[in-house]
């Protein structure tokens, strides 16, 4: 083990290299002002125009897509597991799709839908559900795209959680202790899935957080849409935003890290 310390500490170094450098760089170029050294770039972006609402709404749709994946594939998961294990390669195949679909393949069938519908079906109530899903202020038609595009990371922090316990035992210990199915999931599953949804919800916010063409091409206006538009005009702001966002990801990262170090510590002591 001691022969491997140097090419682990190889692989260390070049990855901050990898990493750092780009970062370091994105810093100094906020800062370097005609004069000197300047934060101004970084005390601007509360009261810049649009940073709050692009930033809230990515927030609401960030929550909105969690709750809504996670409903969706827990319960399925589970029911995959307990009574059809032979389809797990046909959901594993079916969660994986959005990873060979190009976003713009995939934005443009969603916009050829929207448009198809408003022309032909225009007085049923198809038409004023097109038009709710679009709704500037909560653009619910987003929420659905991020469902698909985090189909596959969800399903893979699921399928390792659920694959790290016995779910069967569980599920019929609590049976037997008078839980009805939905109490069992509730109680008895998702506690030891902790770290399972803790990943997935991470990596859905992190996927609604820096998306960006599907809501351009929609014509929304979420918080990577809002960097974009910033940076046409303000390039300084767009990067400190830029750099603030992958430090906020990155201490994210750090406290989901430990919490599921704190959540598997307290199953080995149960």
């Known amino acids: 083990m001691a022969r491997l310390n140097p090419w682990r500490w190889a692989v260390l170094a070049c990855a901050a290299v990898y990493f750092l450098v780009p970062l370091a760089a994105s810093v100094i170029f906020t800062v370097d002002v005609p004069g000197g ?19 809230v ?9 969690i709750a809504v994946v996670l409903l ?17 390669p046909v959901v594993e195949v079916v969660c994986s799709l959005p990873l060979v679909v190009p976003p713009i393949a995939f934005v443009a069938g969603i916009s050829t839908i929207l448009k198809w519908g408003p022309e032909h079906l225009s007085r049923t109530p198809l038409f004023e559900t097109f038009v709710a899903i679009q ?23 699921l399928d390792a959680g659920l694959r790290a316990m016995d779910v069967r035992t569980l599920v019929e210990a609590a049976r037997s202790c008078g839980a009805n199915w939905p109490q069992a999931l509730v109680q008895a ?5 902790r770290g399972a949804l803790l990943n997935a919800s991470f990596l859905t916010l992190a996927l609604v957080l820096g998306e960006f063409t ?8 979420p918080f990577a849409v809002w960097i974009y538009t910033v940076g046409s005009s303000q ?12 430090l906020v990801t990155w201490a994210l990262l750090l406290a989901l890290a430990g919490l599921g170090g704190r959540s598997r510590t307290a199953a080995s002591r149960g």
């Open 235 to 246: 390039a300084q702001l767009s990067v400190a935003v830029s750099v603030l966002s992958l």
């Open 135 to 157: 709704n500037p202020d909560f653009p619910f038609v987003l929420v659905l795209a991020y469902v698909v595009m985090a189909l596959p990371f969800v399903y893979r922090a």
């Open 214 to 221: 599907v809501a351009q091409l929609l014509g929304f206006r």
């Open 72 to 88: 969706l594939m827990v319960p399925a998961m589970v029911a995959l597991r307990l009574g059809a294990p032979r389809l797990r």
């Open 57 to 65: 709404l990515s927030l609401e749709l960030a929550a909105a897509t």
């Open 37 to 55: 050294v300047s934060f101004d770039a970084y005390r601007q972006i509360v009261s810049a125009d649009g940073f709050t609402s692009s930033l």
């Open 189 to 193: 599953v998702l506690p030891n899935l």
